[in-house]
């Protein structure tokens, strides 16, 4: 699918999150997430601090009970008192599967994130695969009613609300009528848009995230040609979840991201990397500033950029590796895409050849446009993962770098990991304290293994499908 849009990001309306304004002229603002548990709050104040000095115009935390609503309150609090600048730092309450629990946390911070899959029911449990248009309806006005408790909750407390779609965890009505597709990702969207709209509710940003760049890309534009065609503009947050780490996860995020800066479509970012909060925001600071004047930093002499014969030329006179990476990336995503190529060709004469042709081959392999080597799809983590990420995903590689081509899911909880990893060919899942459940596809094929068993475990699933 290929959405034609004529956008300009001036006409979204603005969205205040606390002092801050998201949408039309203003700023793209760039945001991160913490990796602490929320009731350690004295690590949490710590990373936060941390974060915004690095340039965090929002942070966001998990809050998966009312223990969590307690404890951001808190650090709210104790970051409001611990330095002029925190109180412009709005906080983010990041919540599934308890409405209850965003009743609660939208009276303490400035910000709610809902995810539509997950706000009135627990989880995908596909006990109904067929909706009659009665029943489908009658589930609608259940939202409705639902959702209108916390728009009202909202209003009185002056927070806004992120509607956060996620690939992989898409409501039974939506799969039942939908499946996984950009058209369901974006009706499920859509459903609490109207609500909020009908409810004269303005202060709202809207994201719907992919692995998978190309649904990503493909999925935003169709949901800002939805709103235009019912006459809305709303503030969009941008991010390719579960990027992974490292280089690959770094080009990634640039791939995705960085298409649809290139439309003009954005107002606020997020590069979800496996790594410390605070390492995501130079990266979605550069690309911010790269597509934040077209003129002067795009389009230099010293920049060319052309397609020929489906394949895509890109050369600038980048010095620093770590930028010319993601100025690739973000560039030549789109074109690909948009125009059918299947060669990059990359040049830089400060870089040499190998590197080049790596990077390219990195970038074709982000764009889902022809695959290289292992993929990995990894959570960034927050306060829910149950184990050490960043150590298990250097395992989980140490083990299975030399299976080209092979896509691998490391999830550090099930928010969003089996769904997430909807694509991948095999998936390392956080099932408990100590315990890890291994996917094959979207089937759990081995649940609550110990976690010192499991890099071993999955290896010889992979082997023993080999042969």
Not at 66 to 83: D, F, K, N, P, Y
Not at 208 to 234: C, D, H, P, Y
Not at 243 to 261: H, P, T
Not at 384 to 413: N, P, W, Y
Request: proline residues 3%; charged residues 25%; contains cysteine.
């Amino acid at each position: 699918m290929n959405i034609q849009l004529t956008y300009d990001r001036r006409t979204t309306s603005t969205t205040l999150v606390g002092g801050l304004e998201i949408g039309s002229e203003h700023p793209v603002r760039i945001q991160t997430m913490a990796n602490t548990s929320t009731n350690d709050i004295e690590g949490s104040v710590a990373q936060a601090k941390r974060c915004m000095d690095a340039g965090a115009e929002l942070v966001r935390f998990t809050t998966q009970g009312l223990r969590e609503v307690e404890s951001l309150g808190q650090i709210h609090q104790r970051l409001i008192a611990l330095s002029p600048h925190c109180p412009n730092t709005p906080l983010v309450a990041d919540v599934h599967f308890q409405s209850d629990v965003a009743d609660a946390a939208a009276k303490v911070v400035e910000k709610v994130r809902i995810n539509p899959g997950n706000y009135i029911d627990p989880a995908r449990k596909f006990k109904q695969i067929d909706y009659t248009d009665e029943e489908y309806q009658a589930e609608l006005e259940r939202l409705r009613n639902r959702f209108i408790q916390l728009l009202n909750i909202c209003k009185k407390h002056k927070t806004a609300i992120r509607l956060g779609v996620n690939h992989g965890s898409l409501s039974d009505r939506i799969m039942s009528r939908y499946g996984d597709t950009p058209e369901g990702m974006v009706e499920s969207c859509m459903e609490f848009l109207r609500v909020a709209v009908a409810e004269d509710f303005k202060d709202i940003v809207l994201s719907i995230k992919a692995s998978n760049t190309r649904v990503m890309v493909t999925t935003v534009r169709l949901l800002v040609w939805q709103m235009q065609e019912e006459g809305m503009a709303f503030p969009l947050h941008l991010g390719v979840t579960e990027a992974g780490e490292g280089e690959d996860g770094r080009v990634k995020s640039a791939v995705g991201i960085g298409a649809l800066l290139a439309d003009g479509i954005g107002d606020t970012i997020r590069v979800s990397l496996s790594e410390a909060p605070e390492k995501e925001l130079p990266v979605a600071r550069a690309l911010v500033d790269y597509f934040a004047d077209k003129q002067s930093i795009r389009y230099t002499k010293d920049t060319l950029v052309r397609v020929e014969e489906k394949t895509v030329y890109y050369s600038n006179a980048d010095t620093d590796w770590a930028m010319y990476q993601l100025h690739a990336a973000a560039e030549c995503g789109r074109l690909l895409w948009d125009y059918h190529c299947d060669e990059l060709v990359l040049r830089n004469d400060n870089f040499a050849s190998d590197d080049l042709e790596r990077l390219s081959k990195d970038i074709l392999q982000a764009a889902r446009v022809r695959m290289y080597k292992t993929e990995y799809i990894s959570c960034p983590g927050c306060g829910r993962t149950l184990f050490d990420l960043e150590q298990t995903i250097a395992q989980v590689k140490a083990a299975t770098s030399h299976l080209q081509g092979l896509k691998i899911g490391i999830m550090g909880c099930i928010v969003n990991g089996p769904g997430e990893m909807a694509d991948a060919d095999y998936g390392y899942v956080g099932a408990g304290r100590g315990k890890v459940s291994l996917y094959k596809g979207k089937e759990c094929v081995l649940k609550n293994i110990p976690q010192e068993e499991a890099v071993e475990q999955l290896l010889s699933l992979i082997e023993c499908d080999k042969q």
